[in-house]
């Protein structure tokens, strides 16, 4: 038998405003959101200056930006073939999920976290 994910049962499907969104620097939604509201950062990449929010493995950066957008009310730059994530993935992905991906992202060799960073999730088991 298949068993759901935790936030399956409970009916959770989205990133909520405690969940990390910087594994490396276990940065929260909650944190960077409260830190573009009181900062009204004027580039995403300020964001860094948040607990040092995306400058570990560079997982985090798309999530970062859409953030960045989200409370600044600042539309999305480029072409439509250059976004990487939608505005609403971090409602659309489970921790769980946008922890694999993290994982996915960096046993690919694109990035490095640093020491003292989130743990990649084990594995999971077949069967
Ligand atoms: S998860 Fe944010 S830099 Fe690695």
């Not at 990487?84 to 994982?103: F, I, N, Q, S, W």
């Not at 694109?110 to 990649?120: S, V």
Request: aromatic share 8%.
């Amino acid at each position: 038998m298949r068993r759901l994910p935790f936030t399956k049962l409970f009916g959770r499907t989205g990133m909520n405003l405690d969940d990390q969104v910087c594994y490396c620097f276990h940065v929260s939604r909650r944190k960077l959101v409260n830190w573009v509201r009181q900062n009204a950062p004027k580039v995403p990449s300020q964001l860094s200056m948040c607990g040092g929010a995306g400058t570990g493995c560079g997982w985090c950066i798309p999530f970062l930006k859409q953030i960045f957008r989200q409370g600044t009310g600042t539309p999305r730059a480029g072409c439509g073939a250059c976004h990487t994530a939608p505005d609403d993935t971090l409602d659309a992905l489970t921790p769980e999920e946008y922890a694999a991906l993290r994982a996915d992202y960096v046993k690919a060799g694109h990035g490095t976290p640093p020491p003292g960073a989130e743990p990649l999730p084990e594995a999971k088991e077949e069967g």
